[in-house]
C-alpha cells in the first residue's frame, strides 16, 4: 500500500528554522519526482519545492534562497530544510509524490511561524 508520511511540523518564532521529513513506502521512490506543497487557510494548496527522480531541484519565489529540498533514495525519503521562517510560511505541509499519472499524498504536517 502506497504512503507518505510526514514529520517534523511544530511552532517555531519567525527567523527561525525547521526540518520537514517524509518517508515513502509502497511504492518505487527512485522515480518518482517528490514534491512539498502547502495549505494555509483559506488559501489554495501551493507547490513550495519540488524535486525530480533526476536530482533536479525547482521552487517557489517565496521561498527561493531559505528552503531547501533534497532525497535520500537508499531510504526512501525527502527532506525539506527550511530556514528564515516567516509568519506567512505557516501552513500544512503535505508531500507529494508524482510519476506518470500516479500521484499519492500524505497526509500533512502543521508548521507555525509565530512569536
Known amino acids: 500500500q502506497e504512503q507518505l508520511v510526514e514529520s517534523g511540523g511544530g511552532l517555531v518564532q519567525p527567523g527561525g528554522s525547521l526540518r520537514l521529513s517524509c518517508a515513502a513506502s509502497?511504492?518505487?521512490?527512485?522515480?518518482?519526482?517528490m514534491g512539498w506543497y502547502r495549505q494555509a487557510p483559506g488559501k489554495q494548496r501551493e507547490l513550495v519545492a519540488r524535486?525530480?527522480?533526476?536530482?533536479?531541484?525547482n521552487y517557489a519565489d517565496s521561498v527561493k534562497g531559505r528552503f531547501t529540498i533534497s532525497r535520500d533514495n537508499a531510504k526512501n525519503t525527502v527532506n525539506l530544510e527550511m530556514s528564515g521562517l516567516k509568519p506567512e510560511d505557516t501552513a500544512v505541509y503535505y508531500c507529494?509524490?508524482?510519476?506518470?499519472?500516479?500521484?499519492?499524498w500524505g497526509q500533512g504536517t502543521q508548521v507555525t511561524v509565530s512569536s
Open positions: 524535486i525530480t527522480s533526476g536530482g533536479n531541484t
Open positions: 509502497g511504492i518505487t521512490f527512485s522515480i518518482y519526482d
Open positions: 507529494n509524490a508524482n510519476f506518470r499519472i500516479l500521484n499519492y
